[in-house]
């Protein structure tokens, strides 16, 4: 066999599955978020037209549901960001290389635990006169469901993909370099704040890229602690499900692709990227 | 600055677990004074220095600078800047921001900084170069920034930590020059640590040998160079022919253990007679390894200018030296091996006996 043939051969599977599945399905969303249903009879009607994105356009509900899937998720990586950066801190600079392993077996543990069990025992600690609320003092005290109770949960089940690019991105960073700033002068603090953060920033917004997207395109937290909070996920599953309207659950699916390419293309001069 | 040295180590000690790198050191560093630590790695010379600096904390002793004992405290209460072996300039800020940091953390006026900052570009010979990053120069030229960016603080010593030692040969030896400029003009403390004697030696006003977390020797160059006292100074500290035993009593008469340098020996046929084992051409000299009858390998280095005749390998030839080139070592260590380039430790009852001031 020639090269050539060899290497078609041994790309032939990725290639297709690449075409077929990833690009095939992301294709087949798009196109079909340009169709509509006939309202009498359900069925789907395959002819070109932007309805869809009309209706969303025009509804403030979308804008509005939108606006606060966006702000979910923003909050969520802020609040993933914030809890990461001293644990992955610990884990790099201050643990001992014996122990950073386990702490990074630790970190990585809870992702193989299913992602329903651990959003329903939020759910239990949540609940009106739960855990939590017997924690903070007694019934109501506690977030209990809705919006507080979404971003919360999401950041617990997110943070592991935080912590790991900046724990790398720490273990990249060379001692001598935090230590030339105390040599010069400043505490920890200081150091940390002038050196340590704007050099992980790249770490940080490669985190959020998963934290981001995760949160952006999620619905079953949403579903079991979020009360009557909707973000876009609720709305594309509801249009699948109940209202049986899938070109306009497509469209819906678009908004998040959208916006993640936005952020993506955002943040690709940071170098963030390469830190995936 | 007072009658108190720039540094004063006392009895220091630092273990790492089961493993002690700094064994018991007492040193003092004058002020003004470019002084060297000189070892192989692994011999507790960088650990000195990072305690010195204050980035490890000793496991017993005390580090003064300048008559204040600094033991306990952080790097950023010690009056010293360091220039590290990597250099750990801060990639996301520019050159001038680099050497900002240091007076911008201890709250010197904007403008004054900035042409301090300048200033100490122009010292360190790299005026113009302030808006660039440190990713984009040559490592010779982040080494100069690492340098003004420690100087522009004027502390009372500057520690360098191998700072040569990631550059070219040509590159070391125009640093190395430059180095000694630049320590005449700021009038301050060098110390540093390297583990190239040539380094050491041409660089430094004094010298302390390190073997094993001590220091075996300490003195000027001169005296380092020409009166090992150990047989392991003589072996680290240039090339040496070490010679003991019965060997020693049939070339020099006496018994003993005798340091002469490779430079100082002559072929010449009357001297003493030996076979040549090995010829080895090293551009300005050739090295000439030569068996002695008496029972003790030599090696004879000899300038490439035209003189003497050319000797190969397996020739009969003699070996001379001058009586006043022949150095006794003082301890009573048995050598066994007459050609020491060896590395062996030395005795580690031996006390410190070595220290100078």
Not at chain 1, 222 to 246: C, D, M, P, R, S
Not at chain 2, 54 to 78: C, D, I, K, M, S
Request: glycine content about 10%; charged content about 20%; hydrophobic content about 45%.
């Amino acid at each position: 066999m020639s090269p050539r043939v060899r290497l078609a051969a041994l790309l032939a599977a990725p290639v297709v599955w690449l075409v077929v599945a990833y690009l095939g399905a992301l294709a087949t969303l798009f196109v079909s978020a340009f169709w509509t249903v006939n309202g009498f009879t359900g069925a789907t009607v395959k002819r070109f037209s932007l309805g869809n994105f009309e209706t969303i356009l025009r509804e403030d509900v979308y804008r509005t549901v939108t606006l606060r899937s966006v702000g979910v998720a923003a909050a969520v990586t802020v609040l993933c960001a914030v809890l990461a950066l001293p644990m992955a801190y610990f884990m790099a600079k201050v643990a001992s290389a014996r122990a950073r392993p386990w702490l990074v077996i630790a970190v990585l543990t809870p992702l193989w635990a299913s992602y329903l069990v651990k959003a329903y025992a939020w759910r239990v600690l949540l609940a009106n006169g739960g855990p939590l609320d017997t924690l903070l003092g007694g019934p109501g005290r506690g977030p209990g469901y809705g919006l507080p109770a979404v971003v919360l949960v999401l950041a617990y089940l997110w943070l592991p993909y935080m912590i790991l690019p900046v724990y790398a991105g720490l273990e990249r960073l060379p001692d001598s370099v935090l230590e030339a700033s105390a040599d010069l002068g400043a505490r920890g603090w200081r150091t940390f704040r002038a050196i340590t953060v704007p050099l992980i920033v790249p770490s940080i917004v490669a985190g959020a890229v998963f934290t981001f997207s995760l949160s952006l395109g999620d619905y079953i937290t949403v579903q079991i602690v979020g009360g009557k909070t909707q973000l876009i996920g609720n709305l594309v599953y509801a249009n699948v499900g109940a209202a049986n309207n899938l070109p306009f659950a497509a469209a819906l699916a678009t908004i998040p692709v959208l916006i993640m390419v936005i952020y993506l293309v955002a943040v690709r001069r940071s170098g963030a990227l390469e830190e995936l | 600055m007072g009658t108190h040295p720039a540094i004063r180590l006392s009895g220091l000690r630092k273990s790492f677990g089961a493993v002690e790198a700094v064994a018991g050191v007492d040193l003092d560093v004058a002020d003004g004074e470019f002084f060297a630590m000189l070892g192989p790695s692994g011999s507790g010379k960088t650990t000195v220095l990072r305690l010195i600096a204050g980035f490890e904390q000793p496991t017993g002793g005390t580090v003064a600078l300048g008559g204040r004992n600094v033991t306990g405290l952080a790097p950023h209460r010690r009056d010293v800047n360091t220039v590290f072996q990597d250099y750990a300039l801060f990639p996301h800020l520019t050159v001038l921001e680099n050497i900002e940091y240091g007076l911008k953390v201890r709250k010197v006026p904007k403008r004054d900084r900035r042409r301090r900052a300048e200033e100490a570009l122009e010292q360190v010979r790299l005026p113009g170069f302030g808006g660039r990053r440190p990713g984009a120069m040559s490592g010779g030229q982040r080494q100069r920034v690492a340098l003004a960016r420690a100087l522009v603080n004027r502390p009372r010593v500057l520690l360098l930590d191998e700072p040569l030692g990631a550059l070219d040969r040509r590159l070391r030896e125009q640093m190395q020059v430059e180095l000694k400029a630049l320590h005449r003009e700021v009038g301050i403390t060098f110390v540093f640590v390297t583990h190239d004697q040539d380094e050491a030696l041409t660089m430094s006003d004094r010298v302390a040998v390190f073997d094993a977390g001590r220091i075996v020797q300490c003195g000027s160059p001169q005296q380092v160079y020409e009166h090992p006292a150990t047989a392991f100074v003589a072996g680290f500290v240039g090339s040496s022919n070490v010679v003991t035993g019965p060997a020693a009593r049939a070339l020099f008469g006496r018994s003993g253990a005798f340091s002469v340098r490779p430079e100082k020996l002559i072929l010449k046929e009357a001297g003493a007679p030996g076979t040549v084992a090995e010829v080895i051409y090293a551009g300005a000299t050739t090295r000439y390894v030569v068996d002695l009858d008496a029972g003790a390998r030599v090696v004879v280095a000899r300038q490439n200018s035209g003189g003497g005749d050319a000797v190969h390998k397996g020739e009969r030839t003699g070996v001379a030296w001058p009586d006043e080139h022949v150095i006794e070592i003082p301890s009573g260590e048995d050598e066994n091996d007459a050609l020491a380039t060896d590395d062996r430790a030395v005795d580690p009852e031996r006390p410190d006996a070595d220290r100078v001031r």
